[in-house]
């Protein structure tokens, strides 16, 4: 299981934001998306198709002014999943939180190292076997 550093403090679905919404209804996101499309030659970066692809914002932190590395191109199929994997390591995330400020109290991020909240927090689920 894989825990993104730090705590969750973005809100969970920026892309279903408004100005992400008309962001992507505007020009400069169509140039955007047809370079990315042109650099991926039409093709999904997982598993190769080239039906029906979406670029996918791997990066929310240049929304606007993305750099190429920023973005992926995915087939419905592969960006389904790839938001499911994410939506699962946010909840992670937050289960990693909960448990650790019961442990440790709520500011336990600033004197409490991640890596170490994870490796224990990990143990824990193993021992309870979830
Ligand atoms: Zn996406
Ligand atoms: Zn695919």
Same mark, same amino acid.
């Given at each position: 299981?894989?825990? $993104?550093?730090? &705590?969750?403090?973005?809100? $969970?679905? $920026?892309? *279903?934001?408004?100005? %992400?919404?008309? %962001? ?7 140039? @955007?998306?047809?370079?990315? *499309?042109?650099?991926? &030659?039409?093709? +999904?970066? =997982? +598993?190769?198709?080239?039906? !029906?692809?979406?670029?996918?914002? @791997?990066?929310?932190? &240049?929304?606007? %002014?993305? /750099? $190429?590395? !920023?973005?992926? @191109?995915? +087939?419905?199929? +592969?960006?389904?999943?790839?938001? /499911?994997?994410? !939506?699962?390591? =946010? ?26 909240a994870s @490796?224990?927090?990990?143990d824990w689920?193993?021992? /309870?076997g979830d």
């Amino acid at each position: 299981m894989a825990i $993104p550093l730090g &705590r969750p403090s973005t809100p $969970p679905k $920026p892309w *279903l934001t408004d100005n %992400y919404r008309r %962001y992507l209804e505007s020009d400069e996101w169509r140039a @955007v998306r047809s370079g990315a *499309l042109e650099r991926a &030659r039409h093709r +999904c970066a =997982r +598993c190769g198709s080239t039906d !029906d692809l979406h670029v996918h914002h @791997v990066s929310y932190t &240049r929304l606007g %002014y993305e /750099r $190429p590395d !920023d973005l992926t @191109v995915l +087939c419905a199929a +592969c960006h389904e999943l790839e938001h /499911r994997r994410r !939506d699962r390591e =946010r909840l992670d995330a937050r289960r990693l939180d909960g448990w650790a400020s019961k442990r440790w109290g709520e500011n336990w991020a600033s004197y409490v190292d991640i890596e170490r909240a994870s @490796v224990e927090f990990e143990d824990w689920l193993e021992r /309870r076997g979830d």
